[in-house]
């Protein structure tokens, strides 16, 4: 069964500092692969996915995801985080058995402090 | 253009009691799905349709009902409200397709009491 796994509930990060939100991924075949924004009392904003090609996928708001397929992750990166960076972040998976449904992982709440 | 659209933004429900949560989209996507979002479980999928007339049951379905009569709405129905069904709900919609990007509504947050 396809899943995906945030291992990191909360992340704390200095603004200025590099920041990184961890995603591992289970799937059988190829994976598609998306990470979301939610910021708090909105609904949820796509920041970049990966299909294929360039394990270096660059998305919105200077948010970049490495794609490793060996370790079965896909880290969302960020070299100098902003205070308003600071928001819940999911990784989702898209379910190869299905017509296209995401699975999510749980969540992970970054925090950049001044 | 609006996006995804929904209906209330937020609604208090005595146990027992049924309601609709409305979605629409005017992008012209062929997938809709309604998911719901709870503290430390991250969203689950309720139900999805790949086009109108076409509905098929997601991670949690008990509780809910869907149907799709055209391309652009997709309501969530609940039956008889119960206390686990509080909670934020997400619509969403996108081109059909493994790849394409899924966009969501603003959530509808429900109580119930």
């Known amino acids: 069964a396809q899943s995906v796994a945030q291992p990191e509930d909360q992340v704390n990060v200095a603004e200025g500092n590099p920041l990184t939100v961890k995603c591992t991924y289970s799937?059988?075949?190829?994976?598609?692969l998306f990470w979301y924004v939610q910021y708090p009392n909105r609904g949820l904003q796509f920041l970049l996915k990966?299909?294929?090609?360039?394990?270096l996928v660059k998305g919105s708001y200077g948010f970049e995801a490495e794609f490793n397929k060996s370790q079965t992750s896909f880290h969302l990166k960020k070299p100098s985080a902003l205070v308003s960076d600071s928001a819940l972040y999911f990784c989702a998976v898209r379910d190869g058995g299905s017509q296209g449904n995401l699975i999510f992982g749980k969540g992970t709440k970054l925090s950049v402090k001044p | 253009n609006a996006g995804v659209t929904q209906t209330p933004k937020f609604q208090v429900l005595k146990t027992g009691q049924s309601m609709t949560l409305q979605c629409a989209q005017d992008m012209n996507h062929e997938y809709m799905s309604w998911y719901r979002q709870d503290p430390g479980m991250g969203l689950r999928l309720i139900h999805y349709?790949?086009?109108?007339?076409?509905?098929d049951q997601g991670e949690v379905p008990n509780g809910y009902n869907v149907s799709r009569s055209t391309t652009e709405d997709f309501p969530l129905r609940l039956l008889s409200a119960a206390p686990s069904q509080t909670s934020v709900y997400f619509c969403?919609?996108?081109?059909f397709g493994g790849g394409e990007t899924q966009y969501f509504g603003p959530g509808t947050r429900l109580l119930v009491l």
């Open positions: 799937v059988s075949g190829n994976p598609y």
């Open positions: 349709s790949v086009g109108a007339g076409i509905t």
């Open positions: 990966y299909i294929t090609g360039d394990n």
């Open positions: 969403a919609s996108s081109y």
